[in-house]
C-alpha cells in the first residue's frame, strides 16, 4: 500500500504570497491532520479532518486554513506568508478518529519563506 | 492537555539494549501512552502505544510503571538505523487525533 504523499516536497515563496500544499492519505484512511515543524517550536498540531469536516484545531492564526475532498485528500492553504512561516509541514493520516489508532506521516513540504 | 518530560539526548552503542524513559505525572485515566519517531529528514514514524500493560512488538517494548506516571520505552538491540529522536506522546481520551509533541529524546547509536 502506498504511503501518505505530500506535494510539493519544496516550495520557496516571498512574503505576502501564499501557498496551497496536498496531501494524499493512504487509501482508506479518512482522517488527515496537518502538524507543522520548526527547529524553535518543534512539532505542532495545525488541524485534523474527518469526512471533509474539520474536526479540530489547532493554536494557529486564521491565515492557514485547510479543507478535506470526498476522496480524503486534504490540502492547507497558508495567506500573506511570513518569514516565520518557513517550516516542514507535515501531513498525517489514520483510518478513523479512534484513540488507538495509528497515524502515517508523509515525509513533508519544507516551506521557505523569503 | 498532559506533559510528558524526557531527556534531551541519549546515547547507545550499536547492539545494545536501549531504554528511553518518560515521566508523564499529570497522566490521566484514560491517556494512551504513545511513542513516535522521526528520522532524519523524514516525517515521524509509529513506534508503540500501551495504555496500562506492557506492549510488545517487533520494533520495541513499553513499559508502563504501575501508577502510569512513567514508561520506557525500551530498544532490545539498538541498531544505526535506530539513531532518531524519540517522542513520548500522551493521547487524551478525546475526540480527534491530534498529538502533543514534546520536544523528544535525540537518540545517537554508535557502532
Known amino acids: 500500500k502506498a504511503g501518505v504523499t505530500q506535494t510539493p516536497r519544496y516550495l520557496i515563496k516571498t512574503r505576502g504570497q501564499q501557498v496551497t500544499l496536498s496531501c494524499s492519505p493512504i487509501s482508506g484512511h479518512r482522517s488527515v491532520s496537518w502538524y507543522q515543524q520548526t527547529p524553535g517550536q518543534g512539532l505542532q498540531f495545525l488541524f485534523e479532518y474527518f469526512s471533509e469536516t474539520q474536526r479540530n484545531k489547532g493554536n494557529f492564526p486564521g491565515r492557514f486554513s485547510g479543507r478535506q475532498f470526498s476522496n480524503s485528500r486534504s490540502e492547507m492553504n497558508v495567506s500573506t506568508l511570513e518569514l516565520g512561516d518557513s517550516a516542514l509541514y507535515l501531513c498525517a493520516s489514520s483510518l478513523e478518529l479512534i484513540l488507538t489508532d495509528t497515524q502515517y506521516f508523509g515525509p513533508g513540504t519544507r516551506l521557505t519563506v523569503l | 492537555d498532559a506533559k510528558t518530560t524526557q531527556p534531551n539526548s541519549m546515547e547507545s552503542n550499536e547492539e545494545e539494549p536501549v531504554h528511553l524513559p518518560c515521566n508523564h505525572s499529570?497522566?490521566?485515566?484514560?491517556?494512551?501512552i504513545h511513542w513516535y519517531r522521526q528520522l532524519p529528514s523524514q516525517g515521524p514514524e509509529y513506534v508503540i502505544h500501551g495504555l496500562t500493560s506492557n506492549v510488545n512488538n517487533r520494533m520495541a517494548s513499553l513499559a508502563i510503571a504501575e501508577d502510569r506516571k512513567s514508561s520506557t520505552l525500551i530498544l532490545h538491540r539498538a541498531t544505526l538505523r535506530d539513531a532518531a529522536v524519540y517522542y513520548c506522546?500522551?493521547?487524551?481520551?478525546?475526540?480527534?487525533?491530534?498529538?502533543?509533541f514534546g520536544p523528544g529524546t535525540r537518540l545517537s547509536v554508535l557502532p
Open positions: 506522546i500522551l493521547k487524551p481520551d478525546n475526540y480527534g487525533q491530534n498529538f502533543v
Open positions: 499529570t497522566i490521566s485515566g484514560t491517556d494512551y
